[in-house]
């Protein structure tokens, strides 16, 4: 089964095909970097990953670009308020927002292109679009896009182009211009855009870029005329996204995107996350409460990309257990001594499978299912932690086990963690250098020597010094293992 996505444009799962395999130019939609991403961000940034993942895992050369705006209302307000220039304000921004990125484990892309350094070409492709006679500028020196003159305007949100209403970043622009529907391509500058630096030259005057263009700019300068998949939140299909078709193509004569994919927004506890609600969450927020990265990367890939998905403490706490869980799975299969010959094994296709090594090929068989079925996640996890609990089980039960099918569950277990990125991610901080291992190991042995002595008092105090160090001990017949948490 080949990986199929849902597609905006066509209304439909339909199988993934890059118009030049192995290579995959994918773009997506990042954050306006006028403050901290909140979780909504990220859960998008998250399905951004999983899928760059996901197409690098299964053979692809992907080939990802993911915009920062750095430059529009938001961030001109916001500089002014401050007395900054835009691009000083936003900085710090941009730098934190990718250092979180960083920590949830998200792979970076290729580039990171700020619109304000793309400004030079944003003029020349308005020029274009006026050479085309689908761009008109009015007396104050904004440009606009003429809806009218593009009679395809309206397919990716499916309407009627004549009934479209007006749309724009914050509210309706400000300036004068033919049709109400009509989408800003370059604002002429106001006094507080020359005040933060937000006003560039061009033929019409002093002004700046509309944020609807900026995108098409950036991921055309960056992967070419027409990109594979085009990925951001259901918020920006319309207009945002219809704009980007309309003044794209509207140059190229090109498609411009082979595969539209849009994630679904977030809950928090059940409401929709809002300001005036008082429930807005920042990553950001989280990593300083001191909550655990791979805790809030399992919760934000709990759910398909297509569905709701209800952020929540308890849910938190859930996915702290079960990183745990999985950690102590790989701990195991890592401790775990096995035998030199082929115990248990069977001969199939003339080489010999033991049971970990059948459970291993099923369970990557059914996390290539379910990832190939629409980027379903959930179903994802749920292959990976059947694997677990079935290895677990069988490790349980066993009297020894060969070396050989051990070598397969470990290779299973990380081939999905290439993907699902949780364990690389729970190991952050987690490392331990010989020193500190050789000390943790004394300790151990001594508490054993207390408690063969019946010093129960001492036994204790040991176990309560490790932990206050962040080491947990687990006895068992075998011994004491011992593990570092956060």
């Given at each position: 089964?080949?990986?199929?996505?849902?597609?905006?444009?066509?209304?439909?799962?339909?199988?993934?095909?890059?118009?030049?395999?192995?290579?995959?130019?994918?773009?997506?939609?990042?954050?306006?970097?006028?403050?901290?991403?909140?979780?909504?961000?990220?859960?998008?940034?998250?399905?951004?990953?999983?899928?760059?993942?996901?197409?690098?895992?299964?053979?692809?050369?992907?080939?990802?670009?993911?915009?920062?705006?750095?430059?529009?209302?938001?961030?001109?307000?916001?500089?002014?308020?401050?007395?900054?220039?835009?691009?000083?304000?936003?900085?710090?921004?941009?730098?934190?927002?990718?250092?979180?990125?960083?920590?949830?484990?998200?792979?970076?892309?290729?580039?990171?292109?700020?619109?304000?350094?793309?400004?030079?070409?944003?003029?020349?492709?308005?020029?274009?679009?006026?050479?085309?006679?689908?761009?008109?500028?009015?007396?104050?020196?904004?440009?606009?896009?003429?809806?009218?003159?593009?009679?395809?305007?309206?397919?990716?949100?499916?309407?009627?182009?004549?009934?479209?209403?007006?749309?724009?970043?914050?509210?309706?622009?400000?300036?004068?211009?033919?049709?109400?529907?009509?989408?800003?391509?370059?604002?002429?500058?106001?006094?507080?855009?020359?005040?933060?630096?937000?006003?560039?030259?061009?033929?019409?005057?002093?002004?700046?870029?509309?944020?609807?263009?900026?995108?098409?700019?950036?991921?055309?300068?960056?992967?070419?005329?027409?990109?594979?998949?085009?990925?951001?939140?259901?918020?920006?299909?319309?207009?945002?996204?219809?704009?980007?078709?309309?003044?794209?193509?509207?140059?190229?004569?090109?498609?411009?995107?082979?595969?539209?994919?849009?994630?679904?927004?977030?809950?928090?506890?059940?409401?929709?996350?809002?300001?005036?609600?008082?429930?807005?969450?920042?990553?950001?927020?989280?990593?300083?409460?001191?909550?655990?990265?791979?805790?809030?990367?399992?919760?934000?890939?709990?759910?398909?990309?297509?569905?709701?998905?209800?952020?929540?403490?308890?849910?938190?706490?859930?996915?702290?257990?079960?990183?745990?869980?999985?950690?102590?799975?790989?701990?195991?299969?890592?401790?775990?001594?096995?035998?030199?010959?082929?115990?248990?094994?069977?001969?199939?296709?003339?080489?010999?499978?033991?049971?970990?090594?059948?459970?291993?090929?099923?369970?990557?068989?059914?996390?290539?299912?379910?990832?190939?079925?629409?980027?379903?996640?959930?179903?994802?996890?749920?292959?990976?932690?059947?694997?677990?609990?079935?290895?677990?089980?069988?490790?349980?039960?066993?009297?020894?086990?060969?070396?050989?099918?051990?070598?397969?569950?470990?290779?299973?277990?990380?081939?999905?963690?290439?993907?699902?990125?949780?364990?690389?991610?729970?190991?952050?901080?987690?490392?331990?250098?010989?020193?500190?291992?050789?000390?943790?190991?004394?300790?151990?042995?001594?508490?054993?020597?207390?408690?063969?002595?019946?010093?129960?008092?001492?036994?204790?105090?040991?176990?309560?010094?490790?932990?206050?160090r962040g080491i947990v001990l687990e006895d068992s017949a075998g011994g004491t293992r011992w593990k570092r948490v956060r």
């Amino acid at each position: 089964m080949a990986l199929r996505l849902y597609d905006t444009l066509t209304r439909s799962v339909r199988d993934f095909q890059p118009a030049n395999p192995p290579t995959v130019r994918l773009y997506a939609c990042g954050p306006t970097v006028y403050d901290h991403a909140h979780i909504g961000n990220y859960r998008s940034f998250l399905v951004y990953d999983l899928l760059h993942r996901y197409l690098t895992w299964s053979g692809y050369e992907v080939d990802f670009v993911m915009n920062l705006t750095d430059v529009d209302d938001k961030t001109i307000d916001r500089a002014s308020e401050a007395g900054e220039d835009v691009r000083a304000y936003t900085a710090p921004f941009t730098e934190s927002i990718l250092a979180d990125a960083r920590t949830l484990g998200i792979l970076p892309a290729r580039a990171y292109p700020l619109a304000t350094g793309y400004v030079p070409q944003m003029v020349s492709w308005i020029e274009r679009l006026e050479e085309k006679e689908l761009a008109y500028s009015v007396e104050d020196g904004s440009v606009y896009f003429s809806i009218g003159a593009f009679p395809a305007y309206g397919r990716l949100k499916g309407l009627d182009a004549d009934n479209t209403r007006p749309g724009a970043r914050v509210a309706d622009d400000e300036y004068e211009k033919e049709n109400v529907r009509d989408f800003a391509l370059w604002k002429a500058a106001k006094p507080v855009d020359e005040a933060v630096g937000a006003a560039w030259d061009s033929p019409w005057g002093r002004g700046r870029p509309g944020w609807h263009l900026e995108c098409s700019v950036m991921s055309i300068a960056e992967l070419g005329e027409t990109l594979d998949i085009h990925m951001g939140g259901e918020d920006l299909v319309f207009p945002h996204h219809e704009n980007e078709i309309a003044q794209s193509e509207g140059v190229t004569g090109k498609p411009f995107v082979l595969h539209w994919v849009h994630v679904k927004h977030l809950v928090v506890e059940g409401e929709k996350m809002s300001k005036s609600l008082g429930n807005t969450i920042t990553v950001h927020q989280l990593l300083e409460e001191g909550l655990r990265p791979a805790a809030i990367r399992h919760q934000l890939l709990g759910a398909q990309y297509r569905r709701e998905l209800n952020f929540t403490r308890e849910g938190l706490e859930a996915s702290a257990a079960a990183v745990q869980r999985l950690m102590d799975f790989e701990a195991r299969l890592e401790e775990t001594v096995g035998e030199g010959g082929k115990n248990g094994a069977e001969e199939k296709d003339g080489a010999a499978e033991g049971p970990l090594a059948r459970l291993a090929g099923e369970a990557i068989e059914a996390f290539r299912t379910a990832l190939d079925d629409d980027l379903n996640s959930a179903e994802a996890l749920a292959a990976l932690f059947v694997f677990v609990n079935r290895v677990n089980g069988e490790l349980d039960t066993a009297s020894d086990v060969a070396e050989s099918d051990l070598e397969s569950a470990r290779s299973a277990l990380a081939s999905i963690d290439e993907v699902m990125g949780l364990l690389s991610v729970a190991r952050q901080g987690l490392e331990v250098d010989d020193d500190f291992e050789s000390w943790i190991v004394s300790l151990i042995a001594e508490r054993k020597a207390a408690r063969e002595g019946k010093d129960f008092a001492r036994a204790d105090a040991i176990r309560e010094e490790l932990a206050e160090r962040g080491i947990v001990l687990e006895d068992s017949a075998g011994g004491t293992r011992w593990k570092r948490v956060r």
